[in-house]
């Protein structure tokens, strides 16, 4: 099977940046498309940012549009997240995910479309 472990996370003020990073290892796909969640108390899993197999499809909510960037470093097996001018209500649990291969009806930013997962790291933006 394939593990995720996320790294990155801790308390930043208002403003301030991060960079989250995923490794996977474990089980090897050909390819496979990678993306990070987030989860706040009492709210929804939300969609954050993904990325293509190739890097050169990338995708973003529009909470985070502009702020933030997603890259990957294949060679290492790795995902990252740079997250710029962040805000308190970007406060959450981040979870990082993988599929090889998206099944009908899901794509980038949907949750049912990915199947490993990893078990979070808390992101808190105080004010």
């Known amino acids: 099977q394939v593990q995720l472990e996320e790294s990155g996370g801790g308390l930043v003020q208002a403003g301030g940046s991060l960079r989250l990073s995923c490794a996977a290892s474990?089980?090897?796909?050909?390819?496979?498309?990678m993306g990070w969640f987030r989860q706040a108390p009492g709210k929804e899993r939300e969609f954050v940012a993904a990325?293509?197999?190739?890097?050169?499809?990338?995708y973003y909510s529009d909470s985070v549009k502009g702020r933030s960037t997603i890259s990957r470093n294949n060679a290492k097996n790795t995902v990252y997240l740079q997250m710029n001018s962040l805000k308190p209500e970007d406060t959450a649990v981040y979870y990082c995910?993988?599929?090889?291969?998206?099944?009908?009806?899901?794509?980038?930013?949907?949750?049912?479309?990915?199947?490993?997962w990893g078990q979070g790291t808390q992101v808190t933006v105080s004010s």
């Open positions: 474990g089980r090897t796909f050909s390819s496979y498309a």
């Open positions: 995910a993988l599929t090889p291969s998206f099944k009908g009806g899901t794509t980038y930013y949907s949750e049912r479309g990915y199947d490993y």
């Open positions: 990325i293509s197999w190739s890097g050169l499809g990338t």
